[in-house]
């Protein structure tokens, strides 16, 4: 079984500032994990994927993450937000078994100028 | 640079009406599914096939039939609307030779009334 757990179903940051998204995640064997944004009325996009390689990922965009095992934790962070990035932002976990992807909840993202 | 290509995009329905949603995607991959966005709910997966002349359910299945027709097509049947099943529904594919990234569709935006 696996789940995914984002914190904040809304951020609001200023244009320039870090960005920070959390997913905390639970997977009974090595997971994959991957971040997708969504942009209004479109379908979603990778960001990016970890896959038991390195564990800082860096995406498209500007954004990275970190896989941490002993927090169960693949945050996303960009350094410095674009009023570009305003877009509702998923975590997912697969199993290295298989495919399937659980989503967390979300988290939209407003960037204010 | 087709990738996933569903329709309709819109529809909206009366209860107790019936509707197929047809899938497509050209990237020769083995593993198809559907999914349903709600909002606050991130995206949970409805049924998935994992090759073709195979399906399998999801998290929520009940109210939903599919058909995996050949190896390109994956089609999503509601054979008597509910408004409980007015939602954004999503086809994806994806290969486990690509890192198990899953590649989506630009959604399916279904009323039921």
């Known amino acids: 079984a696996q789940s995914v757990t984002q914190l904040g179903s809304h951020v609001s940051v200023s244009e320039g500032a870090l960005v920070l998204l959390r997913c905390n995640y639970s997977s009974s064997v090595p997971p994959y994990l991957f971040w997708y944004v969504q942009y209004p009325n479109q379908g979603l996009q990778l960001l990016l994927k970890y896959t038991s390689a390195a564990t800082l990922v860096k995406g498209i965009n500007g954004f990275e993450a970190e896989f941490k095992k002993s927090e169960t934790s693949f945050h996303l962070t960009k350094p410095s937000a674009h009023m570009s990035d305003a877009a509702e932002y998923f975590c997912?976990?697969?199993?290295?078994?298989?495919?399937?992807?659980?989503f967390g909840g979300g988290t939209r993202v407003l960037v204010k100028p | 640079n087709a990738g996933v290509t569903q329709t309709p995009k819109f529809q909206v329905l009366k209860t107790g009406q019936s509707m197929t949603l047809q899938c497509a995607q050209d990237m020769n991959h083995n593993s198809m599914y559907w999914y349903r966005q709600d909002p606050g709910m991130g995206l949970r997966l409805i049924y998935y096939?994992?090759?073709?002349?195979?399906?399998d359910k999801g998290e929520v299945p009940n109210g939903y039939n599919v058909s995996r027709l050949n190896k390109r097509e994956f089609s999503l049947r509601l054979e008597s609307a509910a408004p409980s099943q007015t939602s954004v529904y999503f086809c994806?594919?994806?290969?486990?030779?690509?890192?198990?990234?899953?590649?989506f569709g630009e959604g399916s935006w279904l009323t039921v009334v």
């Open positions: 096939s994992a090759s073709e002349g195979t399906t």
């Open positions: 997912a976990v697969s199993g290295a078994a298989g495919n399937k992807l659980t």
């Open positions: 994806a594919s994806s290969e486990k030779s690509s890192g198990n990234t899953i590649y």
